[in-house]
């Protein structure tokens, strides 16, 4: 049932406040400040590696979570996209955690790239969104999303509920090795539990969104920028945009524009620059500037601090709410799943059902 919503992406993107909510619920001790995880034998002091595989979006997940096992559990991470983890004949130690990220918990690429380092004697945690399905039986760490059924097949809900879920984690981690102080952890949860509150903000913009899908969806091209945690970001964007646009789009490391990518502006191409001010604002927006020095069209998503910085000159701005930096993935992934939506919409193309596509993947 799509409710009043037009489609059930656009329902999906909606309950997002409601269904992080309800994830952080069983991962957050809000009033003692706790970060647990919802399983009896959830000892993680003798993780020494943490290998991450998954498919798609929830790779882009992985991606973002492999900022954080790092930044704050000081844990090395590997990162694979599942049909191309076994093919490298990993190197994988004992003691070492493989996360597997999945939605649906079938991807066929996935669940064999999780019997793999079963073999190889990983503990295997899975990220998942059907406690049913063969990887969360298959599983020693079962971290659940409460999602709820996904109907649309662009993934919207489940990505920020594993976001939220991968961002507990990082903190558990983080406080099995030592490495997290009371009031670090204190901070942790507080800033994770205004993430609800903040997805309702970035909702606000709908209507901004909207009025601008009509310029992006006469292009050929579009390119996303983004560095640290939104670099993924950007990666999940272009996804989003061509699966259910058909329109061309790239996700890109801002840094990585004067590398190559460049080459492709003109004033036809939207670029796509997520910037939340912060560390990294003024880097990404030195790329924005060469961007916009070759004649591209630049739409700059950022807070109200970011957009009075660098806004001039954009062809449009979308104002997030300022939020802590560790909660900007879960807030940002709003306005890059909306464009993507209103995009389609305003092509005509099946937002829920995309051609060619389907919403579980059992063949690897
Ligand atoms: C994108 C999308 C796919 C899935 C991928 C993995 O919107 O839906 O890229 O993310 O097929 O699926 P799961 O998470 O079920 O393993």
């Not at 929830?58 to 844990?75: D, N």
């Not at 955690?97 to 073999?119: M, N, P, V, Y």
């Not at 879920?165 to 090795?177: D, E, G, Q, W, Y």
């Not at 901004?208 to 009509?214: D, L, N, R, S």
Request: a negative charge.
């Amino acid at each position: 049932d799509k409710g009043n919503h037009r489609h059930f992406m656009q329902k999906e993107i909606y309950e997002q406040p409601v269904v992080v909510a309800q994830t952080l619920r069983s991962y957050l001790q809000r009033m003692e400040g706790h970060v647990t995880l919802p399983i009896p034998d959830n000892d993680l002091s003798d993780v020494r590696r943490v290998t991450i595989v998954a498919c798609g979006t929830s790779f882009y997940a992985g991606m973002v979570a492999r900022y954080w096992f790092e930044q704050f559990a000081r844990v090395p991470v590997d990162l694979d996209v599942a049909s191309e983890f076994r093919y490298r004949e990993p190197v994988m130690e004992a003691g070492g955690l493989a996360l597997f990220i999945s939605q649906s918990g079938e991807t066929a690429d996935t669940l064999a790239a999780l019997r793999h380092a079963r073999r190889e004697g990983q503990r295997i945690a899975v990220v998942c969104n059907v406690p049913t399905s063969s990887m969360a039986r298959e599983a020693d760490i079962l971290l659940p999303t409460h999602a709820g059924p996904e109907i649309g097949v662009a993934s919207t809900k489940a990505f920020t509920c594993q976001l939220a879920v991968l961002a507990a984690l990082a903190a558990n981690l983080a406080r099995a090795k030592g490495k997290l102080s009371d009031a670090e952890e204190r901070d942790i949860v507080r800033h994770l539990a205004e993430a609800p509150a903040a997805i309702n903000g970035a909702l606000a913009y709908d209507e901004t969104i909207e009025a601008m899908a009509g310029s992006v969806a006469g292009a050929r091209d579009v390119l996303y920028l983004g560095r640290g945690t939104d670099y993924p970001l950007a990666l999940e964007g272009a996804l989003k945009l061509k699966e259910i646009s058909y329109i061309h789009a790239e996700g890109y490391a801002a840094g990585e524009m004067k590398h190559g990518p460049i080459a492709l502006i003109d004033d036809q191409v939207p670029v796509i620059v997520i910037a939340p001010s912060g560390p990294l604002f003024e880097k990404t927006v030195s790329n924005m500037q060469e961007v916009r020095a070759r004649g591209g069209r630049v739409i700059l998503i950022s807070d109200y601090d970011g957009i009075q910085a660098a806004g001039e000159g954009c062809e449009a701005t979308i104002t997030m709410p300022k939020v802590h930096p560790l909660i900007a993935p879960i807030v940002y992934a709003v306005p890059v799943q909306l464009l993507a939506y209103h995009v389609a919409v305003a092509k005509g193309t099946d937002v829920d059902q995309p051609r060619n596509l389907a919403k579980s993947v059992t063949v690897e």
